[in-house]
């Protein structure tokens, strides 16, 4: 009988150290979560800097802009330490030379607009993207400003490597919606979360892994998201608003990033509309 409680005070004292050691490390990792991040890519637009942005040239969703290099027009300029990503009318209709992914020419169009990316310049395996943004307004019909991600074998254009030859939005090519802004909808809303693959080519569920949030559009704030270990968690100013639980190892491909103003339906519209941005990062847990 006395060894018995030997044994048990024993394990006891066991059972106590281990709950106490367990405590212990989950108090100094919950300590250490935010000092683990490392930068290994920030942009603050003093400049536009080609090393890590080019001009993205391509027609999709029926968008009723053209896109356009080299900042012509204004559509992406950089002043006062800024991005500025715009949709303008310059009120007389131009050749455009954006394709869509089937090869047709995008129409003659009024409307021209910016799409940067980090395509083949900055990509990186999962991590924390986050850019502070803002809109010059709360929101009008067919605006459509977004920031996001790609798989780094997209087959769409600049095709510059040979690997480049994956179509959207399977493994290699898959897409994840940091930001979208959707004008037709609602005023200071937006939409984020990954795009689910079907498994063929251009046919992905848009809407299950999706939410939307209200936020005032026309201030600052920063978007990000990050992988937490097979999760995709998405926050506003660093403070998580949803999660797609299990997605984040459905991503195994390097990504790279898009900044792009769109102009979404055929509502008709006058002057500029813009989405200013502060900066761009890149993050990862060392």
Known sequence: MIQSKKIIKYLSLVLFVFVLL???????????????????????????????????????????????????????????????????????EIPCNNFDKFGEKHPNTSYVAGRITTKNKKEFHKGKWTAKLKLWSNGEKSMFPAWWLLGAQNNEPPLQEADENICWPKTGSGEIDIFEHHGDHQKNHFTTGAIKSLGVCNDGDWWSLRKGFDVTLNEYHEYSVEWENSDLVYKVDNKEIYRNVGQGDKYPEKMFAILNFAKITDKPMEGEWVMEVDWVKHEFKK
């Open 22 to 92: 367990s405590s212990t490390i989950k108090i100094k990792n919950e300590y250490n979560s935010d000092e683990v991040w490392q930068i290994d890519f920030f942009d603050d637009f003093a400049t536009f800097n080609k090393n890590n942005w080019q001009d993205q040239l391509i027609w999709v969703n029926k968008e009723t802009h053209c896109y356009v290099p080299d900042n012509l027009y204004g559509t992406r300029e950089v002043s006062n330490g800024t991005l500025k990503l715009k949709v303008i009318n310059i009120n007389e």
